[in-house]
């Protein structure tokens, strides 16, 4: 199995450093719970180089929002942004440099109209594998319920609205040719709610996937959201299969005791759906791996 989607910090406030103990000791417990290699995929908004890319990517005219949804995401970044990529970049390529089963990744947002200078600066870099995920639509992010002013917007927006919205990004986000794995494919039903007919969608984002040539994400966070599934849902993975799309497995974890949760159930998801194989990645090239 893979751990291909770790995060070395807990949301708010970002250490201004990464340690190669910190790397080692994910690499250690994944290694004892049946994972025989990780990617390292903290969040591209964490980085001060972004700021430099995108800007204040929330305030511009063609992103839909209300102010009270642009200060909410003004706060979320400046709370967030501070590490540097070039030392986190360094300090895993250390650790794969020791032999650590561990290769050099982030997870990139959708950033609409922005996606060709986030390309750019990606390209400076050595990575093995990109995540992409949409964690906001316009400058609602609707998967940060800790935040009142996202969390509210629940109880305003239609859920066939909602999951068109984000199917939309996502299939934006494939067709940048940005990155190699789709994150959280099904990340719009974390709230629970879902619209009557959701294979429209479900085949959408499997389209997507197939179209840029993506692997799926199949990833334990889901079971500790209100949602209460992983992601994708059976029906969205066997979607994805029945389009001959790879996966790559996650547990999304920022902290090390969930490093490999969940693998043993993820693994059954990934046979019911009729997989043999996950997608391994270095240099941003893949290879099949066994399941086992």
Known sequence: ?????????EHGPVPLEVTLERVAAYCEHAQRHGVAEIAITEHFYRFA??????GRWWDDPRVDATQELRDAMADWHAEEG???????????LAAKAEGLPVVLGLEVDYYEHHMDEVARLLAGYPWDVLLGSVHWVGSWGFD??????????WDSRAIDDVWEAYTRSLEELAASGTCDVLAHPDLCKISGKRPDAPDE???RMA?????AGMAAEVSSAGWRKPVAEAYPSPSLLRTFREAGVPVT???????????AERRDDIRALLVDAGYDSLQAYEGRTPRAIGIG
């Open 249 to 259: 497995t996650a547990s999304d974890a920022h902290k090390l005791e969930r490093v």
């Open 201 to 203: 969608f479900h085949h």
């Open 49 to 54: 180089q972004v700021k430099s890319v995108v």
């Open 82 to 92: 501070a590490a540097d990529l070039d030392a986190y970049v360094e300090t895993v």
């Open 144 to 153: 940060n319920f800790e935040e009142g002013a996202f969390a509210r917007e």
């Open 207 to 211: 389209e997507a996937a197939r179209r």
């Open 1 to 9: 199995m893979l751990d291909y989607h770790l995060h070395l910090w």
